[in-house]
């Protein structure tokens, strides 16, 4: 059974939002794509992955392009929807006290980590700073790649620079050579924060033995984690019932070969 989502942010196609976003039916074949080894940085990995997951944003294929086209905010968004698909309830990490060392047992549920709202005007902004005025849109997928692997100072410049799509109302393209101030960087920072939907990626607690305040960091791009043994298992018990191939068992929606599993308990019950 495939799953539509709505995106909190959206690509603009004819003046308009389009939010409505589709999953594929999740297969025994996209599980193992799901959990497959990274062989290449996080960001592109996201994509790699939205690709091979989605059905649709709004009528358009997940090309690549299209998907290094949203904003990071759906990315986000999207890689923790399709983690809920695998595992919807609690989430647990152990987190040492910076202060005691304890180790305390920290609980959160993906569903529930908080989400701001897209700002006024998304995806785009104008920022007025030393007389100049500078048009930024939120950062994307393709911008995530190219700043992959800078340090933060550099990351943060390229990053602002990217995201700046006209100057004084002259449009530019991503890469163009564009000199802006440290005051400009900070200033396309705050405008993009407001316009930018986020999910939260830490949530606060204390520490279980001195109650100081710790913080707990969560990766949403890190959330989606198939586990193949389980799968293995189920494509067994079906092969060894059904006499079905590998390929056969591993093309079932997983809804439908869960059901399988199910009859399969229900008539090894009925002989007992």
């Known amino acids: 059974m495939s799953t539509a989502v ?3 942010g959206g690509l603009v196609r004819d003046g308009r939002l389009v939010r409505a976003a589709v999953f594929r039916e999740l297969t025994g074949r996209l599980e193992q794509r799901l959990a497959a080894p990274a062989d290449h940085p996080p960001a592109v990995r996201v994509s790699e992955l939205l690709v091979a997951a989605l059905a649709r944003i709004g009528s358009e294929l997940p090309t ?5 086209e949203l904003s990071v905010g759906d990315r986000q968004f999207l890689m923790l929807a399709l983690a809920l698909q695998f595992d919807a309830g609690p989430q647990w990490r152990q987190l ?16 529930e980590l908080p989400m701001s709202s897209a700002g006024a005007g998304y995806p785009c902004s104008d920022v007025q700073v030393a007389d100049q005025c500078l048009r930024v849109r939120v ?5 995530e790649i190219a700043i992959a692997g800078l340090d933060v100072r550099r990351a943060r410049a ?3 620079t990217r995201c700046v799509i006209a100057v004084d109302g002259v449009p530019r393209m991503p890469d163009e ?6 005051e400009q960087i900070d200033a396309i920072d705050a405008a993009l924060d407001d316009l930018m939907p986020q999910v939260a990626t830490a949530l606060s607690t204390t520490c279980t033995q001195c109650e100081a305040a710790l913080q707990l960091d969560i990766d949403p791009y890190a959330a989606v984690s198939p586990r193949l043994g389980d799968l293995y298992a189920e494509v067994h018990a079906l092969a060894l019932r059904y006499h079905w191939s590998e390929a056969q068992c591993l093309r079932l929606p997983r809804e439908r070969r869960r059901l399988y599993l199910q009859l399969i ?3 090894l019950g009925a002989h007992h």
């Open 265 to 267: 308990d229900q008539s």
């Open 158 to 160: 390229r990053l602002a």
């Open 96 to 111: 040492r006290c910076v202060h005691c060392e304890a180790l305390s047992d920290v609980g959160y549920e993906l569903s």
């Open 64 to 68: 690549r392009a299209l998907i290094e």
């Open 177 to 182: 050579p564009l000199a802006i101030s440290a």
């Open 139 to 143: 950062p994307n997928g393709a911008d």
């Open 6 to 8: 709505t995106l909190p």
